[in-house]
């Protein structure tokens, strides 16, 4: 009988220490993540306080079925690409409209290949109550890059991140979020870089996070060219969102990482800022740009001239048209374009015509879009015969808008006849009304 009440004893005592293992497992402490390297001189100007940290270190906590026999972690450094856990995890419902359904099952070869592949690495994924894993941000974010390394594949490394998400239940943590947006830059995803972006973006849109957001993108980056684009997509899912002055915030701030937007999303910069009619700050930019050695070019001067004529400052967007060249910058056709319609459309045709000539002297050839202004303007003047010259002059190809300018000339003036012949001869060309 005391044989027997001691092995009871024994088995209660051994079902307890499996249970607090697990619980020492879920419950452990995180530490930030952090690389050693040049984080802390880069970051030193943008360094948050614990409050604005926390706000974006909440990560995934599994449910009970889903744990994984993680490799044993030495308290000492262990790489560049290492990470440390620290502060409680902290559990948040998933978004599966995102991702999978959480009832789907896996693909079985997907999940072999997985397996096969992180067995490499030394992950131990058992299989006696389905797959028997503990996923951390920890544990997740290794094995995102033991499986990129693996195979270089950022597919099947972004099909295993959606799937560890669904099922445990949980959202990824900012982090591990970050990390998968490099892995998917450097194998060629930028478009599912993308979706993550905007996904951080949506979700951690307050401005006090916009700065922990660029912080954790160069925490988890390991190529300097990838940390560009990624860094560059933040500051475009920004603008994409309407949010321009965190997207001017995030820009102005890479500078202390010594990487910059690229020329796309600058321009897509000054354009929401000048819509949105903050156009000091725009000039600003422009100058953080010119200081940065980074090369002004005629379409960005184009979007300031067509602010000023847009708003019926001709006089502004003449003269910057003029000084582009002060800037190092020959003007091209679109910024002329836009200075020329204005003049067209406030009736001053001399002027126009003008520096249609003027343009041409510099060497830059008017396009059929410009050429058409130029000959609408005229026409509605009753200009016709210096229409008619300019047709011959540069030899315009004749298009629609060409035909549509003479046709409604001659309707206004009550000439139906004329006009119906020039109807019927652009349909024999094949313009279709």
């Known amino acids: 009988m005391f044989t027997l009440l ?31 390297s040049s984080v802390n001189s880069a970051l030193s100007s943008i360094t948050l306080s614990e409050d604005e940290t926390s706000t974006l270190e909440d990560t995934v906590a599994a449910d009970n079925g889903f744990f994984l026999s993680a490799k044993s972690y030495p308290t000492d450094f262990r790489g560049i690409n290492e990470l440390y856990c620290g502060e409680d995890d902290v559990c948040e419902p998933v978004d599966t409209g995102f991702l999978f359904s959480i009832n789907e099952r896996p693909d079985e070869d997907e999940m072999k290949r997985l397996m096969l592949i992180l067995a490499k690495r030394g992950w131990n994924l058992g299989c006696q109550n389905g797959y028997n894993i503990y996923l951390n941000q920890l544990n997740t974010i290794e094995l995102l ?24 239940g949980s959202k990824h943590t900012v982090r591990t979020i970050c990390r998968m947006i490099h892995i998917l830059v450097s194998g060629n995803l930028n478009h599912r870089a993308v979706d ?22 160069y925490e988890t980056h390991s190529e300097i060219r990838v940390l560009e684009t990624t860094c560059s997509m933040l500051v475009n899912g920004y603008i994409q969102e309407g949010m321009v002055n965190m997207a001017l915030k995030i820009a102005c701030q890479m500078k202390h ?40 070019n005629a379409a960005m001067m184009s979007l300031f001239i067509n602010k000023y004529c847009s708003e019926g400052d001709l006089e502004s967007g003449w003269k910057l048209l003029l000084e582009m060249k002060n800037y190092g910058i020959q ?34 050839s008017p396009d059929p879009v410009l050429l058409s202004s130029i000959i609408d303007g005229h026409c ?15 030899n315009t190809p004749l298009n629609i808008f060409i035909y549509n300018s003479f046709i409604s000339k001659l309707c206004t003036d009550g000439n139906m006849a004329e006009a119906s012949s020039l109807f019927h001869e652009m349909s024999m060309l094949g313009l279709l009304p």
């Open 196 to 217: 993550l972006i905007l996904r951080l973006v949506r979700n951690h849109g307050d401005e006090e996070s916009c700065d922990s957001l660029l912080e954790v993108l």
């Open 145 to 168: 890059n033991d499986l990129f390394e693996e195979t270089l594949d950022a597919k099947l490394v972004l099909y295993f991140f959606k799937w560890s998400e669904c099922c445990s």
């Open 380 to 394: 509605k003047l009753g200009q016709t015969e210096v229409a008619i010259s300019i047709l011959k002059i540069f």
């Open 331 to 364: 003007a091209d056709v679109v910024s002329f374009t836009i200075v020329i319609n204005s003049l067209c459309k406030m009736s001053y045709l001399n002027e126009a015509t003008a520096l249609l000539f003027k343009m041409t002297q510099l060497g830059i």
């Open 6 to 36: 001691r092995l009871l004893m024994t088995g209660l005592l051994s079902i307890i220490n499996v249970y607090a293992s697990q619980l020492k497992l879920i419950f452990r402490r995180r530490s930030t993540l952090r690389y050693y």
């Open 257 to 296: 990482l010594n990487i910059f937007p690229s020329n796309g999303v600058c321009n897509s910069l000054l354009q929401a800022l000048l819509g949105s009619k903050q156009l000091e700050l725009a000039w600003d930019f422009l100058e953080v740009m010119r200081t940065r050695g980074m090369g002004l």
